[in-house]
């Protein structure tokens, strides 16, 4: 691949602007941390709209760029080496974009890794336990007669939220007085927990205070606030 044009992406989401990083996403948990990173560095970009409710992640030019069929998914036409880079899963996307900006992750060896493991924990943990618990509460689980699948994910939720808040105990951010992708990846996870699915009150989001601190610091960050709509949907 020598450019943009050369990816078969490019046929159904042209790129106006292709010496930019391409951002093929959605407005969802997983896809706004990576509009969130790039507000948050100032890199170029230019987004597209992968319009689940026409099937867009399973057709052909995007699962060129992520076999499998998950936003958010990015083209740098500067990648490494001055050569195009395609990513895929978020958190590999948010480390890439630290170290090309020279931001938002610790330099310092042992912090570094640390904000990785905090970045590790949401992908492991936050974001498939609040979305299980998502889909029991708020989508088709919720007609489910059996309430033991949706109870299970409650109390790992609560049990994860609990991980977060003695953890952030004396700290403003994940990483104490540094805010990281580790926050980038976490917070817009526990506001869809509490707003868009609405389980704040099953969590028991109020005795979670330190959470629900950090939370609101981070939403209110005009970086955060513009990439919490990005791409804008239809």
Same mark, same amino acid.
């Given at each position: 691949?020598?450019?943009?044009?050369?990816?078969?992406?490019?046929?159904?989401?042209?790129?106006?602007?292709?010496?930019?990083?391409?951002?093929?996403?959605?407005?969802?948990?997983?896809?706004?941390?990576?509009?969130?990173?790039?507000?948050?560095?100032?890199?170029?970009?230019?987004?597209?709209?992968?319009?689940?409710?026409?099937?867009?992640?399973?057709?052909?030019?995007?699962?060129?760029?992520?076999?499998?069929?998950?936003?958010?998914?990015?083209?740098?036409?500067?990648?490494?080496?001055?050569?195009?880079?395609?990513?895929?899963?978020?958190?590999?996307?948010?480390?890439?974009?630290?170290?090309?900006?020279?931001?938002?992750?610790?330099?310092?060896?042992?912090?570094?890794?640390?904000?990785?493991?905090?970045?590790?924990?949401?992908?492991?943990?936050?974001?498939?336990?609040?979305?299980?618990?998502?889909?029991?509460?708020?989508?088709?689980?919720?007609?489910?007669?059996?309430? %033991?699948?949706?109870?299970?994910?409650?109390?790992?939720?609560?049990?994860?939220?609990?991980?977060?808040?003695?953890?952030?105990?004396?700290?403003?951010?994940?990483?104490?007085?540094?805010?990281?992708?580790?926050?980038?990846?976490?917070?817009?996870?526990?506001?869809?927990?509490?707003?868009?699915?609405?389980?704040?009150?099953?969590?028991?989001?109020?005795?979670?205070?330190?959470?629900?601190?950090?939370?609101?610091?981070?939403?209110?960050?005009?970086?955060?606030?513009?990439?919490?709509?990005?791409?804008? %949907?239809?």
């Amino acid at each position: 691949m020598t450019g943009i044009a050369d990816f078969p992406i490019h046929a159904k989401w042209p790129a106006s602007f292709p010496d930019r990083i391409q951002l093929y996403s959605l407005p969802t948990s997983n896809g706004v941390k990576v509009s969130i990173m790039l507000e948050e560095t100032g890199l170029p970009y230019e987004p597209h709209l992968v319009n689940f409710d026409s099937n867009d992640q399973l057709s052909p030019e995007f699962i060129s760029l992520n076999p499998n069929n998950k936003i958010p998914a990015i083209i740098d036409p500067n990648g490494p080496g001055g050569e195009p880079l395609a990513l895929f899963e978020s958190g590999a996307i948010l480390i890439y974009l630290a170290d090309k900006s020279g931001m938002l992750l610790p330099q310092d060896a042992s912090a570094r890794y640390q904000a990785i493991q905090w970045l590790m924990f949401q992908m492991g943990g936050i974001g498939p336990m609040f979305g299980q618990l998502g889909f029991f509460h708020k989508f088709a689980g919720k007609d489910y007669e059996d309430k %033991r699948p949706r109870d299970r994910y409650v109390a790992e939720s609560v049990r994860l939220l609990g991980v977060l808040e003695r953890h952030l105990e004396g700290r403003q951010w994940m990483m104490g007085d540094q805010y990281t992708i580790a926050d980038i990846a976490t917070f817009p996870w526990v506001r869809n927990l509490v707003g868009f699915y609405g389980a704040g009150d099953l969590v028991g989001i109020d005795n979670f205070p330190n959470v629900q601190r950090v939370l609101a610091a981070f939403v209110a960050r005009p970086a955060v606030e513009r990439g919490l709509n990005i791409p804008a %949907r239809p």
